[in-house]
């Protein structure tokens, strides 16, 4: 069974500080990481992709990712309020098709101000 | 931007009714998606296609079912709703090949009440 594992929090972080999401997945054919940002009550938001190994940065946000340690990760530096959501972890597995996106349960990150 | 909408928003309904959720995609997607999530929990698969006349369940089971006569439009049905099927249902799409790397979009949701 194909699993993307978050540690489900939450994190709490002050702000200004730099936010660290960890994620694990189980298929070592994986193809393209996704991070979402959801805020409460409200449907989640594309924020970050990555399909190749080392860093992709996006203003605050960077996501890193270990094809060989079958990790993904994303932060976030100089953490404002405004990033106090859950943020999701997805993976396209080696299977394809529709099904082949696979969410983990998500991280609730706070940031304090 | 993504260009996906969900009608209607808010919906409060009464046991034993007929419902359907609109999902809308101006993107030329081929695939969509049907998740439900409750308040604080995880995303589930409820159901998905391919393309146009394909269908398939997801991972978890639902009494729901849905059609994919055109591109674009990806409703969902409860014939007759219940209290148990009160939560947030979210419709995404995403597109084939290549540009499947690019991820899903979602719509903004519905919240479904049924009393």
């Known amino acids: 069974q194909k699993e993307v594992e978050q540690n489900s929090g939450p994190l709490s972080v002050p702000e200004g500080a730099i936010a660290s999401l960890n994620c694990t997945y189980s298929d070592r054919g994986s193809q393209s990481f996704f991070w979402y940002r959801q805020y409460s009550g409200k449907s989640p938001e594309l924020i970050m992709f990555i399909y190749s190994n080392g860093d992709k940065e996006d203003g605050r946000f960077t996501a890193q990712l270990n094809k060989a340690s079958q990790y993904v990760s994303l932060l976030i530096r100089d953490s404002q309020p405004s990033d106090s959501a859950t943020y999701l972890c997805?993976?396209?597995?080696?299977?394809?098709?529709?099904?082949?996106?696979?969410f983990g349960k998500g991280t609730h990150l706070i940031i304090q101000p | 931007e993504a260009d996906i909408y969900q009608t209607p928003r808010y919906l409060v309904i009464g046991t034993g009714k007929k419902i359907t959720l609109e999902c809308s995609q101006t993107m030329g997607h081929d695939k969509m998606y049907w998740y439900q999530q409750d308040p604080g929990m995880e995303l589930h698969l409820i159901h998905y296609?391919?393309?146009?006349?394909?269908?398939e369940k997801g991972d978890l089971s639902s009494e729901s079912t849905v059609s994919r006569i055109r591109t674009e439009h990806f409703p969902l049905t409860l014939e007759s709703a219940r209290p148990s099927h009160t939560s947030q249902y979210l419709c995404?799409?995403?597109?084939?090949?290549?540009?499947?790397?690019?991820?899903?979009?979602f719509g903004q949701g519905t919240r479904l009440t049924v009393v």
């Open positions: 995404a799409s995403s597109a084939r090949g290549g540009a499947s790397l690019l991820g899903a979009f």
């Open positions: 997805a993976v396209i597995n080696s299977g394809g098709g529709a099904d082949g996106l696979t």
């Open positions: 296609s391919y393309g146009v006349n394909s269908t």
